[in-house]
C-alpha cells in the first residue's frame, strides 16, 4: 500500500493507474469517456498527463499541454494531489475545502469523483 | 474551445439560470410596488447592484476555483456555523425556487391544455427533470447556448413590439412619488438576476477566473436587464396595470395582446426554452451540493449516493423530493409571489456575505492566490454588504396583504436552516470528518 507521506507524485499516480485499470466497477463508470486528466501541483515543477481511453487509463507521463477539449485539469498543491490519489483525501471534500481545482465539464467532475469512491470506498 | 465560444457559454449560461419562469412572476409583483418606468428604474439599479456583487464573486472565484462556491467562500472566510447557515438558506431557497417555477410551468401549460391539472403538470415536469438528471443527460453547449439565446431575443422582440403597438395610458401615479417605493422594489427585483454566479463552478481552464468569467457576469446581467426592462415597457405600454397584477403570469395575457389565440402556445414554447436552462442546470447544481456536503459529513450518507452513470443520484432525488412537496404546497395555497419574495430575501443575505467575505480575506489571507481583484472599493462593498439585507428585508414586507405572513414565512424557515445547522455542526464536530480549511494556495503566484 503506498502512502502519500513518502511516496513521489508519480509513484502516487502510477499506483492509481494499477488500482483504476484493475477495477471493474470503474470499467463500468467509464464507458465511452475518454479523457485526458492534467494533473498539475502548483508547488512543483512536474506535471503529468493520465490518458484515459478504451476503459483503461492506458499511460501517466511528464508534462501537460492544457487548453483543449475532452480534459480535466486538475490543480492542487503536490500534498494534496498525492493524498487525492493514494485514496487519503476525497477529491469532492478538496474542491469544497477550496485545496483543489477542477477544470473541465460538470459531468466529469462528478465521474471523477465516482471513480474516487469506487476505487477507495470514500 | 474558442475563447469567444467560452465567454458566450458563460454569458448565456448566467443569463438563463436566471431568466425562469418565475421572472415573469416577479415583474407581476414589481408591479405591485411600483408601475411604468419604475419596474425598470428599479430592475436597472438591481442590476447595477448585482454588478458589484458579480465583482466579489469573480475575485472569490479566483482564488477558488471551480469550487462549490456558497460553501467554500464562506467557510474560507467565516465561522463554519455561519457558513452552514447559509448554505442552508442557499438550499432553502433553490427548493423554493424549483417549486414556483414548476408551479409557473403549470399555470402557462394549463393555459393552453386546461384540461391538465396542475398538480399533475408540477409533479411531471419536476420528475422529468429528476429522471433527465439521474440518467446523467446533459445539453450539448451549443443547444445550451442556442435555446438561451433564443430565448433573450424572443423576448427583447416581443417586448419592443409590445411597447411600439402599445396604446395604454400612463397612471395617474407614475410620477416621483413613487420613488420612495423603489428601495422595495430593488429588493424584490434582485430575484431576477440570481443565479449569475453559478458561471464560477463552470471554469474551463485555469485562466478563464482571470477575465474572461469576471467580464461573462456582468454581461450576463446586462443583458437579462435589457430583456426584463423590454418586456417590462412592453407590459406597461400594452396591458392595463391590473391586467398585469391580475395573475402570476402576465406572460399569457402580454402574448395573446399582441399574437391573438396563438399567444399562449408561445408563452408556453418560452416556458420551455426557459425551463431548460434554469431547472435542469438548477437541480444538478444543487444536487451536487449536496453530494458535496454530504461528503463532507454535513448532510447523511445517502445523500451522496451515486449510480453506475456517475450522477449524484442521491442528491438529485433528495432536491426532487423537497421541490415536488414545496411545489404541491404552493399550488394548493398558491403562494409563488410569498416563496419567491422570501427566496430573494435569503439570497440578499449571501449575496451581501460573499461581499464580507471579500472584505475578510484581503485582511486574513492578504498573500493568497488571486487572479481577479474587484476593482470595486472597499467602502462600496460595505455599503452594498449593509444594503442588501435591508433590501431583502424591505421586499418582504412589500407586498399587498398581512405584512405578517412573509415575516413568519421567512422566520420558520431561517429556524429550519438553524435547526440543520445546529445538527450538521454536531455531526462534524462528532465524526471529526470536517476538514478545517488549508491554505495550501495561500503562495502568491
Keep these: ?78 500534498e494534496i494531489l498525492k493524498r487525492i490519489f493514494t485514496g487519503e483525501y476525497n477529491p469532492a471534500e478538496a474542491l469544497i475545502d477550496g485545496n483543489m481545482a477542477v477544470f473541465s465539464e460538470e459531468r466529469d467532475k462528478v465521474k471523477l469523483e465516482a471513480i474516487a469512491m469506487v476505487i477507495w470506498g470514500l | 474551445m474558442k475563447r469567444w465560444f467560452e465567454l458566450l457559454f458563460y454569458v448565456t ?27 425598470v428604474v428599479a430592475i436597472v439599479l438591481a442590476g447595477l447592484l448585482c454588478s458589484v456583487i458579480a465583482s466579489s464573486v469573480a475575485e472569490l472565484a479566483s482564488m477558488f476555483p471551480s469550487s462549490p462556491g456558497v460553501r467554500t467562500y464562506l467557510k474560507a472566510a467565516f465561522d463554519n456555523r455561519v ?96 420613488a420612495a417605493k423603489v428601495p422595495a422594489a430593488i429588493g424584490m427585483a434582485v430575484y431576477l438576476f440570481i443565479g449569475f454566479e453559478w458561471i464560477t463552478m463552470l471554469g474551463m481552464r ?38 398585469i397584477v391580475a395573475g402570476t403570469t402576465p406572460q399569457v395575457p402580454y402574448f395573446t395582446a399582441l399574437l391573438g389565440p396563438g399567444g399562449p402556445y408561445l408563452a408556453l414554447g418560452i416556458s420551455f426554452l426557459a425551463i431548460f436552462s434554469t431547472f435542469n442546470a438548477g437541480v444538478m447544481g444543487g444536487s451536487r451540493l449536496m453530494y458535496a456536503l454530504s461528503r463532507e459529513g454535513i448532510l447523511p450518507g445517502w445523500c451522496a449516493k451515486m449510480n453506475e452513470r456517475g450522477a449524484p443520484v442521491g442528491g438529485v432525488l433528495t432536491l426532487g423530493t423537497l421541490s415536488a412537496l414545496a411545489a404541491l404546497v404552493v399550488v394548493t395555497w398558491h403562494l ?36 481577479f481583484r474587484t476593482a470595486v472599493p472597499e467602502w462600496l462593498q460595505w455599503a452594498v454588504a449593509g444594503a442588501f439585507p435591508l433590501l431583502g ?20 424557515f431561517t429556524a429550519a ?24 494556495l495561500e503562495p502568491e503566484a
Design chain 1, 1 to 78: 500500500m503506498i502512502e502519500a507521506a513518502t511516496a513521489t507524485l508519480e509513484e502516487c499516480l502510477t499506483d492509481f493507474r494499477d488500482r483504476f485499470n484493475d477495477n471493474a466497477r470503474v470499467k463500468k463508470l467509464i464507458v465511452g469517456w475518454n479523457r485526458d486528466i492534467l494533473v498539475e501541483p502548483l508547488d512543483a515543477p512536474t506535471a503529468y498527463t493520465m490518458v484515459i481511453a478504451d476503459l483503461e487509463l492506458t499511460s501517466v507521463a511528464a508534462g501537460i499541454d492544457g487548453g483543449h477539449d475532452g480534459q480535466v485539469h486538475m490543480q492542487a498543491d503536490e
Design chain 2, 13 to 39: 449560461f448566467g443569463a438563463g439560470m436566471a431568466f425562469g419562469m418565475s421572472s415573469f412572476t416577479m415583474l407581476s409583483g414589481l408591479n405591485e410596488i411600483v408601475t411604468g418606468p419604475w419596474v
Design chain 2, 83 to 178: 457558513s452552514l447557515m447559509l448554505v442552508y438558506l442557499y438550499l432553502i431557497f433553490m427548493v423554493l425556487v424549483a417549486a414556483v417555477e414548476a408551479y409557473m410551468f403549470a399555470l402557462v401549460l394549463g393555459a393552453v391544455f386546461p384540461a391538465v391539472p396542475a398538480v399533475a403538470a408540477v409533479l411531471g415536469i419536476i420528475g422529468f427533470t429528476v429522471v433527465v438528471n439521474v440518467l446523467g443527460l446533459e445539453l450539448p453547449k451549443t443547444l445550451q447556448i442556442v435555446t438561451t439565446l433564443l430565448l433573450i431575443v424572443l423576448i427583447m422582440v416581443l417586448g419592443a413590439v409590445g411597447m411600439a403597438r402599445g396604446t395604454q395610458p400612463p397612471g395617474a401615479h407614475e410620477g416621483w412619488e413613487q
Design chain 2, 206 to 243: 485555469p485562466d478563464s477566473y482571470k477575465r474572461t468569467i469576471p467580464l461573462s457576469m456582468p454581461l450576463a446581467i446586462a443583458t437579462n436587464v435589457v430583456a426584463y426592462s423590454c418586456v417590462a415597457f412592453g407590459f406597461w405600454r400594452l396591458l392595463p396595470h391590473a391586467a
Design chain 2, 336 to 371: 409563488e409571489i410569498l416563496a419567491a419574495v422570501i427566496g430573494s430575501a435569503f439570497v440578499c443575505f449571501v449575496y451581501a456575505a460573499f461581499m464580507l467575505a471579500v472584505i475578510k480575506l484581503r485582511r486574513t489571507r492578504p498573500q493568497a492566490r488571486r487572479s
Design chain 2, 393 to 412: 428585508l424591505s421586499s418582504l414586507v412589500s407586498q399587498p396583504g398581512p405584512k405578517s405572513i412573509p415575516i413568519v414565512g421567512a422566520l420558520a
Design chain 2, 417 to 440: 436552516a438553524a435547526l440543520l445547522t445546529r445538527w450538521s455542526h454536531a455531526r462534524t464536530e462528532k465524526s471529526k470528518r470536517a476538514t478545517p480549511y488549508r491554505p495550501v
